[in-house]
């Protein structure tokens, strides 16, 4: 592990999400003046440092440690879209695109993926399986994560109640949805729901009023320069 190698991702990841050392210190929950002495190499890296930039930014700890990742969430490129079929029992591979912004509105869970909102396909070995749904994502909130326009792929939870941590999700509130960081709060009965874009505050939320949870398994950036 080369701790100036390390230093230097770190300085990189402030830089691209326009962060000062005293946000960047905030974020990770970590004293401004400890930070400046790890940037400066004052204090030697440590697995804790590490693993707050890891669980708090979102960030690959492979590429944190080694520069062998990518800094977010791995995205996909498709190189095409399978059209829907006029009959949709016609065969149909791949996983279904639903013409819904998953972040907007409050349509409820039993309307947003029925047969009539599918507008194609996408086969792709990483985001194989039938429990997956590929939906688009609008607004800053999560940039540079997701950016507006970007597609995501979800996975729904079977069970509430075992969350991944510093994960992306779609969650749906009884009023309005939106993508966050799920991250654990001091209370059991609260999450915690962070953008990306540090222009957005933390919004804590009473568990019990969350609806459906969706992990994002991964993040489809299409390039419309094409």
Request: contains cysteine; aromatic residues 8%; glycine residues 6%.
């Given at each position: 592990?080369?701790?100036q190698d390390?230093?230097?991702?770190?300085k990189?990841?402030m830089?691209?999400?326009?962060?000062?050392q005293?946000?960047?210190?905030r974020?990770?929950d970590?004293?401004?003046?400890?930070?400046?002495?790890?940037?400066?190499?004052r204090?030697?890296?440590?697995e804790?440092?590490?693993?707050?930039?890891?669980?708090?930014?979102?960030?690959?700890?492979?590429?944190?440690?080694?520069?062998?990742?990518?800094?977010?969430?791995?995205?996909v490129?498709?190189s095409a879209?399978?059209?829907?079929?006029?009959?949709?029992?016609?065969v149909r591979?791949?996983?279904?695109?639903?013409?819904?912004?998953?972040?907007?509105?409050?349509m409820?869970?039993?309307?947003?993926?029925?047969?009539?909102?599918?507008?194609?396909?996408?086969?792709l070995?990483?985001?194989?399986?039938?429990?997956?749904?590929?939906?688009?994502?609008?607004?800053?909130?999560m940039?540079?994560?997701?950016?507006?326009?970007?597609?995501?792929?979800l996975?729904?939870?079977?069970n509430?109640?075992?969350?991944?941590?510093?994960?992306?999700y779609?969650?749906l509130?009884?009023?309005y949805?939106m993508i966050?960081?799920?991250?654990?709060?001091?209370?059991?009965?609260?999450?915690?729901?962070?953008?990306?874009?540090?222009?957005?505050?933390?919004m804590?939320i009473?568990?019990s009023?969350?609806?459906?949870?969706?992990?994002?398994?991964?993040i489809?950036?299409?390039?419309?320069?094409?």
């Open positions: 592990m080369n701790e390390i230093i230097a991702r770190i990189f990841l830089k691209e999400l326009n962060y000062r005293a946000d960047f210190a974020k990770i970590l004293d401004t003046s400890n930070l400046s002495k790890y940037l400066n190499g204090l030697p890296v440590s804790s440092l590490i693993n707050r930039i890891v669980v708090n930014m979102g960030v690959s700890k492979q590429w944190l440690e080694d520069g062998t990742d990518l800094p977010f969430a791995k995205p490129t498709p879209m399978q059209l829907l079929p006029t009959s949709l029992q016609d591979h791949g996983t279904p695109v639903y013409d819904i912004d998953v972040t907007a509105g409050a409820p869970r039993s309307l947003m993926f029925t047969d009539d909102q599918i507008i194609g396909w996408i086969d070995p990483e985001i194989a399986g039938s429990e997956h749904r590929i939906v688009k994502v609008n607004g800053d909130s940039q540079p994560v997701i950016c507006n326009g970007d597609y995501v792929a996975r729904e939870l079977s509430m109640q075992y969350i991944y941590w510093g994960q992306i779609v969650v509130l009884d009023d949805r966050k960081y799920v991250r654990k709060h001091v209370d059991p009965k609260m999450v915690t729901l962070r953008s990306a874009n540090p222009n957005y505050d933390d804590d009473l568990r009023d969350i609806r459906e949870l969706m992990l994002v398994q991964q489809l950036h299409l390039d419309t320069r094409l």
